[in-house]
């Protein structure tokens, strides 16, 4: 495919994403009195946010200029499960080239089932470059879209950059905190002591 024609596509795929005014805007400032506003322009001595293609903010003021343009219109998000191959090589390519990106890795049946409703494919990995979803990996296909979007060729990254830990696309649910319970008195408690090493769950030594 030719880079005009990714082009092309990437930004019809876009056109998709939504009609607001947020939608379009690459920043969203908040001044002094707590209004809100979006633009397309860098704003001068004010702290601003990136806006990503399903309405998400996400800091990128230590970010060149050019890499925050990539990333508020064009996020990048990468899912991926244990023992695959393709994945590994999708993700060291985003990492050499410096692009930031969110990992969601799909292991669980929870993780499963959500990736197909959302996805409505059995295939990794997957990327989405803003709107657009490449299905499995391959080097050219990626960079065709990389470069459309316009990420540098080369890493632009600050040198204290830390990519973003992968995090499950279903999030586990919450462990409860275990209820205290009563402290046994000593002078009436005529319960049999667990031998050591085989303390009831929840118990420590």
């Not at 997957?126 to 065709?144: N, P, Y």
């Amino acid at each position: 495919m030719k880079p005009s024609v990714v082009a092309t596509t990437l930004i019809t795929s876009l056109t998709l994403v939504g009609m607001s005014s947020s939608a379009w805007a690459l920043y969203k400032v908040v001044g002094p009195d707590g209004r809100i506003t979006y633009t397309d322009r860098e704003p001068v001595n004010q702290t601003a946010q990136t806006i990503k293609a399903n309405g998400a903010t996400s800091s990128t003021e230590n970010l060149p200029f050019e890499l925050q343009a990539a990333v508020g219109r064009y996020p990048v998000t990468l899912y991926t499960s244990k023992s695959c191959s393709p994945c590994d090589a999708g993700r060291e390519l985003l990492r050499s080239r410096g692009v930031p990106f969110s990992e969601k890795t799909v292991n669980t049946p929870d993780d499963i089932r959500q990736f197909r409703a959302t996805e409505k494919t059995d295939q990794l990995p997957v990327v989405r470059i803003g709107a657009k979803q490449i299905l499995g990996f391959s080097q050219g296909e990626w960079t065709e879209y990389l470069n459309a979007a316009g990420y540098p060729a080369t890493s632009m990254l600050p040198r204290n950059y830390r990519q973003a830990t992968p995090s499950p696309l279903v999030p586990p649910p919450a462990a409860k905190a275990s209820e205290p319970t009563p402290a046994s008195n000593p002078s009436t408690d005529t319960s049999p002591a667990s031998p050591a090493g085989n303390a009831p769950s929840g118990f420590r030594f």
